[in-house]
């Protein structure tokens, strides 16, 4: 073998070597994170008959005590929230909803950071850098989900995780099957319907539309009537409704993927 050859093969072989190791620390590094969510989830959301279980052990009310009870104003919420938000604030103050799609991987906590609304695209919630991030809004939306528009964002991960597995929603089965879509906060259970899932350009949505203003909504909505997407027709949706937009990427730098629903319930 030539001079000049060994050359570029030791570093052709040097470049390879790199990249292998590149992508072998890239890989075990989202791992790693993906499995503190997953330890999070264990710790900070109770198990089904968990939940069951502590809500049938409750002290039943002395029935005089039940009736006097009655008489006195309801209480602002009348959800039972299965998420200890005490446990998941200990570990950081910027989460302050949980995300659940029944039937799907996404089952989140959710955070806004005070600071900088880029920090959670590239750090998870326990603050390390690098993928999958995290599911987060941006300071423009409150943290009650009153707005009539809520810009969630998450990474679309190749494994289906966070956000990857959205666009499973292009399909009218699926979207039916899994229509549901709940927000927890400490204070309150959102429940919505998935009504559409559109591919939109790049625009950043709450810079272009007013998120309390419903003429501007009404706007938004009607931006998507041409576009490629799957839509639930039985689903009337107007600039009156308060909406969630889950936005993720789709390979194209120019174009948003869009997650949409409506609220139908709140306790």
């Known amino acids: 073998m030539k001079k000049r050859d060994k050359i570029i093969f030791f570093v052709s072989m040097a470049v390879f070597l790199g990249a292998a190791a590149f992508g072998i620390t890239y890989y075990v590094s989202v791992k790693q994170n ?16 968990q939940f069951v279980k502590e809500q049938k052990e409750e002290p039943q009310p002395d029935p005089v005590e039940e009736i006097e009870e009655k008489s006195e104003p309801e209480s602002e919420s009348t959800a039972d929230i299965p998420v200890d938000f ?18 799907t991987q996404v089952d989140y ?9 880029g920090y959670y695209l590239n750090h998870t919630v326990e603050g390390a850098e690098g993928l999958p991030g995290s599911i987060y809004t941006e300071n423009l939306n409150r943290k009650d989900f009153t707005d009539g528009l809520t ?19 292009t399909d009218k089965a699926y979207m039916k099957e899994h229509s549901q879509l709940i927000i927890y906060t400490p204070e309150h259970q959102y429940t919505y319907r998935v009504f559409a899932a559109v591919t939109y350009d790049n625009r950043h949505i709450l810079h272009s539309y007013d998120c309390n203003d419903k003429i501007q909504i009404q706007s938004f909505l009607d931006s998507q009537d041409r576009l490629s ?15 969630i937009i889950l936005s993720t990427c789709n390979g194209n730098n120019d174009q948003r993927f869009l997650v949409e629903a409506v609220l139908t319930d709140e306790k």
């Open 34 to 49: 993906e499995k503190a969510y997953e330890k999070l989830s264990e710790e900070a959301v109770k198990e089904e008959t």
């Open 109 to 117: 906590p959710v955070v806004q950071s005070g600071t900088d609304d």
């Open 229 to 243: 997407g799957c839509r639930n027709e039985e689903v009337q949706v107007t600039g009156e409704d308060r909406i």
């Open 86 to 103: 005490v446990a998941l604030q200990t570990k950081n103050p910027d989460i302050y909803g949980w995300i659940r799609i029944p039937g």
């Open 151 to 169: 810009v969630i964002y998450g990474h679309n991960m190749r494994d289906g995780s966070m956000f990857g597995g959205l666009d499973a929603y």
